[in-house]
């Protein structure tokens, strides 16, 4: 069979590109561990709402006076909707998701996170400044997707007044391990 040369060019050009694409995909899934979550701490989709962790959402602080944060992405809310955090102070977030795959997007900040089934998302942030951000969801989860959003209250150290502290067992315990749900 006859091809022309230039129909050979493109076949060999797009040949290439599929192979570096493929490569640089494998090269980093193998030697960098990249997943799709931040940290691979898995979770069962159906059982989040009974899971110690995330039980019980919002804002709490474990015995070494850390603050955490749970959130639940669900069509179409974010739980909780409302978070008051305060100023200069680590917040480690821990996300989640019910039934699609969500984006917690804290607006106005680098604070972002995919929140999937069967996975726990996790990130530390600090808010430098008092003030109040938008939260998103940034990834397309269905028809209310543009109805998913919150809002994130940053309010001085001082004015911030912290929840009771939490049981360590839900933030200490290895993820996964043996009793962690
Ligand atoms: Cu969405």
Redesign the pocket.
Known sequence: MRIDLYEKIWMWGVGAMLTLFFAATAVSAVTRSAHPPSHVETIDPAQVMRDPRFRTQGVSVDAAGRVHVHVV?L??AWLPRELTLPADTPITFHLTALDVV??YQIVQTNAQAMTIPGYVSRYTATFPTPGEHLVV??????TG?HT?YGTLTVVPKERWTAPAVRTPAAHDRHPGGPGAR
């Open positions: 992405g069509a179409f969500h984006g969801c940034n990834e397309f989860c269905g997707h998913m």
